[in-house]
């Protein structure tokens, strides 16, 4: 009887452990299994990841991607994703890994784990020109006189109404219509990343925006994960510390950062 007992504790204990097995296999892991790093994205963001005039997704974190997948030995899957619904699409396994632009607050990581950074930015404003010398900071705007604008579900949104609460708000599904907006006269100002605003003011502002380019906020971008999967965390993390010394990151972010070349392949 107790040989029998001992047999069916071993079978239950293996059972256990297979499944616990199961369940701790992480993002990476299933990656390198299928062959396939499959990143959710809102391809929007210039010049983090945007499309140019051929269809093809690039950019900045893009490139990041690439380079991890190549380390992987994979390839990679760009997955488009609304960004107000790219975590739910994470939690019901539509991709691996957010690779957005995403910025790492404390409210997101009740909800997902985080990479490191890649980078850090901050919220800056783009204004209607009749508003210089009116405008001088966000605070400026903190009345309900203004109207704003930024994308739905970004930090750009958030920052608008928690820190310019005052001001009137409308919300857009991409960056384009919340800056034709302000273009057009029907909004005052565009809350969003400094990097994005660089772009945007030379490519839609034709001379009717001002870029009030001093960041406000501190904004860290990483990478996101579904909660418990620390040994993709760990992958990724020993990533972006061997591109930050090899030489590739540096090499990246000028391509994306310092040179403009690219501007010319987008639409």
């Known amino acids: 009887m107790l040989k029998k007992y001992l047999s069916m504790l071993l079978v239950g204990v293996t059972a256990l452990m297979a499944v616990s097995a199961a369940q701790a296999a992480g993002a990476i892991d299933e990656a390198v299994k299928r062959g396939t790093l499959r990143a959710g994205m809102d391809p929007t963001y210039m010049p983090f990841q945007m499309t140019n005039k051929r269809g093809e997704i690039v950019g900045f974190e893009v490139d990041i991607l690439k380079a991890m997948a190549k380390s992987m030995g994979v390839k990679l899957e760009m997955v488009s994703t609304s960004y107000d619904g790219i975590i739910p699409a994470l939690m019901t396994d539509k991709f691996d890994i957010i690779s957005s632009g995403m910025t790492l607050t404390q409210e997101r990581n ?31 705007l903190n009345n309900e006189k ?122």
């Open 110 to 140: 009740l909800k997902l784990n985080f990479s490191e950074p890649f980078i850090v930015v901050g919220q800056t404003l783009l204004i209607r020109k009749e508003l210089a010398g009116e405008i001088k900071s966000y605070k400026d």
């Open 146 to 267: 203004y109207r704003l604008t930024s994308k739905l579900g970004t930090t750009g949104e958030m920052v608008a109404k928690k820190l310019i609460g005052k001001a009137k708000y409308h919300g857009y599904d991409n960056e384009q219509e919340a800056v034709m907006d302000v273009v057009n006269g029907k909004a005052d100002a565009f809350v969003y990343d400094a990097p994005y605003n660089v772009v945007a003011v030379n490519k839609a502002g034709a001379g009717k925006l001002l870029f009030l380019d001093k960041p406000f906020t501190f904004e860290p971008l990483a990478f996101g994960l579904k909660k418990g999967d620390y040994d993709s965390l760990n992958f990724i993390n020993n990533f972006l510390h061997q591109i930050k010394h090899d030489g590739t990151y540096d090499r990246i972010h000028d391509k994306w950062f310092k040179d403009t070349a690219w501007l010319k392949d987008m639409e």
